[in-house]
């Protein structure tokens, strides 16, 4: 006797809603990422892996609070995201809003930051890497800050930060934990935490970061994002990584002459995105954000 009906694996399929791509040629293509999934960003920044990351988050804000401004398709307005929530290892707070000011437009921009919230690891993970004194020195953050109440983690006093990256992957997977369900989760980045590896940090704990994230995000409904700044074609290769969250979304970009033409290819999700033919999509980076603007069948 099987453990299975046909209506009950129906209706539990049916249970998984999907959340936008945030954008409108995706959405008119897709149903969207199913609710609960990992997802590995790749490519390098001038591809628009970070531009794409920024402009999801803030379109999946502007349908959450403002669906008569969103452009694209939403199948199920209830599995949106209600908060983002960034958390950035090797970029400090003031650099990354910075950088979302400079992609997205006015509106996205403000939208996205009335619902966002960074989580900066920055400072707590500079101080782990055998940086020269001096320099960090003089990155190292005004105390007066500290001591007038910026307690990011970050931020917070040396004794206060973890002594080990073990402990600093520790206080991510905590922060990821205490806010993950219902949200959006961008992770910047697994490049960093590869980086790491050279200073102590065991790529077996790298990749039970990314499992636990795999794992978890099933249950919070949500959507995971992990930053990773490689060559599509290195982590496509890599049966590893490749495979270690539910999909992958790769970002490449073509130098010819004094162009660089971007493109975007769609990994199947386990099979969830994959009953249409695969196209690679141009793409643009555009004064209101990250665009799909056409796309080419393989």
Not at 259 to 283: N, P
Request: negative net charge; aromatic residues 8%.
């Amino acid at each position: 006797m099987t453990d299975e009906t046909p209506i009950g694996a129906k209706r539990a399929s049916r249970s998984i809603g999907r959340i936008p791509f945030g954008s409108a040629t995706l959405d008119g293509r897709f149903d969207g990422i199913p609710a609960g999934s990992a997802v590995l960003l790749v490519g390098a920044p001038d591809a628009g892996t970070d531009a794409y990351a920024h402009t999801h988050a803030a379109q999946l804000m502007t349908a959450r609070y403002h669906p008569g401004l969103y452009g694209g398709r939403v199948s199920d307005p209830a599995v949106l995201p209600d908060e983002v929530h960034y958390v950035t290892l090797d970029r400090s707070r003031r650099h990354l809003l910075h950088e979302m000011d400079a992609v997205l437009g006015p509106r996205r921009f403000n939208t996205l930051t009335e619902h966002l919230h960074v989580e900066d690891f920055s400072e707590a993970f500079l101080d782990l890497t055998p940086m020269p004194a001096a320099l960090r020195r003089a990155g190292r953050p005004d105390e007066t800050a500290v001591r007038n109440g910026d307690r990011r983690p970050g931020a917070t006093a040396a004794e206060h930060r973890p002594a080990s990256f073990d402990e600093l992957l520790d206080a991510v997977a905590d922060y990821v934990a205490s806010v993950g369900d219902g949200n959006m989760v961008v992770f910047d980045s697994l490049t960093a935490l590869n980086g790491a590896t050279a200073f102590g940090l065991s790529q077996a704990d790298v990749a039970g970061f990314l499992a636990g994230l795999q794992s978890a995000a099933e249950s919070w409904d949500g959507v995971v994002s992990v930053l990773h700044h490689a060559r599509p074609e290195t982590v496509r290769a890599d049966e590893i990584v490749n495979t270690a969250l539910h999909g992958c979304l790769y970002f490449y970009t073509n130098d010819s002459g004094t162009t660089a033409q971007k493109t975007m290819r769609i990994g199947e999700f386990g099979g969830a995105l994959s009953r249409r033919r695969q196209v690679v999509y141009d793409t643009q980076v555009t004064e209101s954000g990250f665009v799909v603007s056409s796309n080419r069948r393989v």
